[in-house]
């Protein structure tokens, strides 16, 4: 398992924008699919974004499509939200989520229970 760190959350007023991002230790970064999700306070855990072997595989949900970018950097074990136009909805503790594939090709993971490891989480609080 690789161990993630987030980093980039905090307070922003509706329309900003942030970026987030996620290191992960180990050698094998190349081979997880990397995926980031969000739990506001009294709500389930909801997928927001994922992306498999490349910058071009990458998967959204609906809310977020245009305003939110994920992309990775395998050289620096790091992937990145870029999230702009924010808003109050968006508001959330966003995690982190490596799901090893074994592999140098394959697609992004949407499904939460699929992922080997988590961050402990940054929040994003956007205001109105």
């Known amino acids: 398992q690789v161990q993630l760190v987030e980093a980039g959350g905090g307070l922003v007023q509706a329309g900003g924008s942030l970026r987030l991002s996620c290191a992960a230790s180990?050698?094998?970064?190349?081979?997880?699919?990397m995926g980031w999700f969000r739990q506001a306070p009294g709500a389930e855990r909801e997928f927001v974004a994922a992306?498999?072997?490349?910058?071009?595989?990458?998967v959204y949900r609906d809310s977020v499509k245009v305003r939110f970018t994920i992309s990775r950097d395998n050289a620096k074990n790091t992937v990145y939200l870029q999230m702009n136009s924010l808003k109050p909805e968006d508001t959330a503790v966003y995690y982190c989520g490596a799901h090893f594939r074994d592999s140098l090709y394959f697609n992004p993971t949407t499904t939460a229970r699929l992922y080997d490891s988590w961050g402990q989480g940054t929040q994003v609080t956007v205001s109105s």
């Open positions: 992306i498999g072997w490349n910058n071009g595989n990458t």
């Open positions: 180990g050698r094998t970064f190349n081979k997880y699919a």
